[in-house]
C-alpha cells in the first residue's frame, strides 16, 4: 500500500540534491518509516539484446542510442530514463517510482525528472503531440509508447572445408561431389577413386557425408558409411587411398595443416 506524502517545503535551490533521509526529516517524518512499502531501487536491469523502435537502435550493454548508424548523445540520466520507460512499456511509471529509481536515495525537485523528459524528445525528436513516442500522463507519469523489435542474434557465418595431400579446399552450400572426375569439387587422381566417390552436403540441416555407389565404399574413420552420415569437425574420410579431414569455423579457414588436424 503506498502512502502518499505531500512535498514539503524545499529550502535549497530547485536544483540542488538532498538525500531523503534529510528531506523526510525536513517534512518532520522519521528517517525510515515503519511497514513502508518501497518501490525496488535496484535500478534498472541490464538486457543484453538492443531493441529498435522508429529507427532507433537501443543498446542498454553498450550504453548506446543509434539512427541510422549515427550515435545520439545522451545523458546518463536520460538515458536510463529511456531505457527504463523501453522496460516498463506500456505501463505509464508513476513520477515518485521514476524518482526511486533514477536517483535513489536522493531526492530532486520534479522539475529536474521534466528537463530529463525535454532532453529525451528533443534528441528522439518527439514533437508530435498526437503520436508521441513518449507520453505524459499529467499527474501521474511517463510511458514509453512505440512498440519495440528485438533482433534475433546473427548466426555466426561457418566456412567448411577439407584438408588432402597438404590442400585445403573450400567446400560450398548444397552438393560438394569427391570423385576423379576433374569436374568434382575434390578431385582425387586415383584409380581407386569412382569417378563420381562421394559428396559432402552442406545445408540448413547439418553437413553429412554420403557415398555415392562408389566401387570401394567411403568411410568415416573405420566406419563405412551407408546412406548419409553426419560430420563434425576433425573427422577423418577415408576414400580409397585418400585421406581427407573436415574441417568447420566460424572463424574462417585457419592456417592448419592436414598434419595438425583431424582424428
Not at 528531506?23 to 518501497?38: D, F, I, N, V, Y
Not at 536515495?105 to 528537463?115: I, M, N, P, Q, R
Not at 505524459?136 to 561457418?158: E, I, M, N, Q, W
Request: with cysteine.
Amino acid at each position: 500500500m503506498w502512502r502518499v506524502v505531500a512535498d514539503p517545503p524545499v529550502p535549497l535551490v530547485e536544483s540542488a540534491h538532498i538525500s531523503r533521509r534529510e528531506w523526510r526529516q525536513s517534512a518532520g517524518e522519521p528517517a525510515a518509516l515503519s511497514g513502508e512499502k518501497r518501490v525496488k531501487t535496484e535500478g534498472i536491469r541490464g538486457e543484453i539484446q538492443p531493441v529498435c523502435f522508429d529507427g532507433f537502435v537501443l543498446d542498454r550493454a553498450r550504453r548506446l542510442l543509434t539512427r541510422g548508424g549515427d550515435v545520439l548523445h545522451l545523458t546518463p540520466k536520460a538515458f536510463d530514463l529511456l531505457a527504463l520507460l523501453v522496460e516498463e512499456a506500456p505501463r505509464v511509471v508513476p513520477k515518485r517510482e521514476l524518482h526511486e529509481r533514477l536517483w535513489k536515495e536522493t531526492f530532486v525537485s520534479d522539475a529536474t525528472l521534466v528537463g530529463v523528459v525535454k532532453e529525451l524528445r528533443r534528441v528522439l525528436d518527439d514533437r508530435l503531440p498526437d503520436r508521441p513516442i513518449i507520453r505524459t500522463a499529467h499527474r501521474v507519469g511517463y510511458g514509453f509508447c512505440r512498440s519495440v523489435d528485438r533482433p534475433k542474434p546473427l548466426r555466426p557465418v561457418l566456412a567448411h572445408w577439407v584438408l588432402v595431400d597438404q590442400r585445403r579446399i573450400m567446400l560450398q552450400a548444397g552438393e560438394n561431389v569427391i570423385g576423379r572426375d576433374p569436374a568434382s569439387i575434390v578431385c582425387l587422381d586415383s584409380a581407386d577413386v569412382s569417378r563420381r566417390h562421394a559428396s559432402i552436403i552442406i545445408d540448413d540441416v547439418g553437413v553429412r557425408l554420403q557415398d555415392l555407389g562408389s566401387k570401394n565404399g567411403t568411410k568415416i574413420g573405420d566406419r563405412a558409411v551407408v546412406g548419409e552420415s553426419a560430420l563434425q569437425d576433425g573427422d577423418s574420410i577415408n576414400i580409397g587411398p585418400s585421406r581427407l579431414v573436415y574441417r568447420t569455423s566460424a572463424a574462417g579457414a585457419t592456417t592448419e595443416s592436414p598434419s595438425q588436424s583431424g582424428r
